[in-house]
C-alpha cells in the first residue's frame, strides 16, 4: 500500500484556506497513491471553539474530503470538527475512492486542554478494511492509552492523526514506537508543524514504523509530503516469525 503523509502548518480557523492549501499539496502528488493521511482538525487547527468552525457531515470539509478521494482514486483520512445532534466531535473521517465515508469520533478528549468541556467522546473503534489491509484510525490523544488500541481486531496499519505540540516530541516519538512493538503492527503518526493562535509549537515529527519498531520513514520536521509504500508480505512475515500477538491478553473494554 502506498500512503501519503502531508505534514503542514495550518491556517487558524479557516477551512477555506486550509482546504486549497491541502488541494495544492495533493494534486502536487505525481505518483499513483492508496491514501493521503491528513492532521488532526485539519480545517481549523486545534480550537476549543468549535461552535465557530464546525460543519455538518453535509458540510464543505467533507465534500472536498468525498471529491478528493474520488478524483485522485484513492482514500483520504484526517479529523474534522462536527456538529451532530446538537453535540460537537473531533470526527476522524476515512473516505475511501468511491466516496463512501467511515467514521471514528476522537475516544480520548484532552482535558488538559479542556477538549472534553467543548467535545464529546466516542466509543466505538473503527477498523477499515481497504485493499486487503485493517486499518486502525486514532486521533492524537488516543496515542496515550494503549488499551483501546490494542490489536484485537488483527489490524494491519495503525495510524494517528494529530496536533501534537512540540514540547511533548518526546512522548509522541516514543509512544508511537511502542504502539508498534505491542501490536505487531505498522504504525504511522501525521502530526503538523508551525505555530497556533494560542501560541503553542508544533514540530511535526510525522512518521511511519514497521511491526518491530523500526523507522521506515524518520521523524519529519518540515512541511512537506512524504511517500511510503507498505508491504503486507513483509508483515505477514514478520509476524509469522515472531507470533507475539498469539499471547495476547484477553479483555473487554467498558465506558
Not at 20 to 27: H, M, S
Not at 112 to 127: M, P, Q, R, S, W
Not at 164 to 187: C, G, H, M, V
Amino acid at each position: 500500500m502506498k500512503i501519503s503523509l502531508i505534514q503542514t502548518a495550518l491556517a487558524w480557523e479557516d477551512a477555506a484556506a486550509n482546504r486549497a492549501a491541502f488541494t495544492e499539496k495533493i494534486n502536487a502528488i505525481n505518483e499513483v497513491v492508496d491514501l493521503v493521511v491528513l492532521p488532526e482538525m485539519f480545517a481549523t487547527g486545534f480550537t476549543m471553539n468549535p461552535s465557530a468552525v464546525a460543519e455538518t457531515m453535509d458540510g464543505e470539509s467533507v465534500q472536498w474530503m468525498v471529491q478528493t478521494a474520488v478524483s485522485k482514486g484513492c482514500a483520504i483520512t484526517g479529523s474534522l470538527v462536527i456538529e451532530e445532534d446538537d453535540k460537537y466531535y473531533n470526527r476522524l473521517l476515512f473516505v475511501l475512492p468511491d466516496g463512501e465515508i467511515k467514521t471514528y469520533n476522537k475516544r480520548h478528549l484532552f482535558s488538559f486542554a479542556g477538549e472534553d468541556k467543548h467535545y464529546t467522546a466516542g466509543t466505538e473503534k473503527l477498523i477499515v478494511d481497504y485493499k486487503g489491509w485493517k486499518i486502525c484510525p486514532l486521533v492524537c490523544y488516543d496515542l496515550r492509552f494503549p488499551v483501546f488500541a490494542r490489536n484485537t481486531e488483527g489490524y494491519d496499519l495503525l495510524l494517528y492523526v494529530a496536533n501534537w505540540p512540540q514540547i511533548r516530541t518526546f512522548a509522541w516519538d516514543s509512544l508511537l514506537k511502542a504502539r508498534a512493538i505491542e501490536n505487531l503492527a505498522y504504525t504511522i503518526g501525521v502530526n503538523r508543524v508551525g505555530q497556533d493562535a494560542n501560541g503553542h509549537a508544533y514540530s511535526g515529527h510525522s512518521q511511519v514504523l514497521d511491526a518491530l519498531g523500526a523507522y521506515i520513514v524518520e521523524p519529519q520536521e518540515t512541511d512537506g509530503v512524504f511517500t511510503i509504500e507498505l508491504s503486507k508480505q513483509m508483515l505477514e512475515e514478520t509476524r509469522a516469525k515472531f507470533a507475539f500477538l498469539n499471547d495476547r491478553d484477553s479483555f473487554t473494554l467498558q465506558y
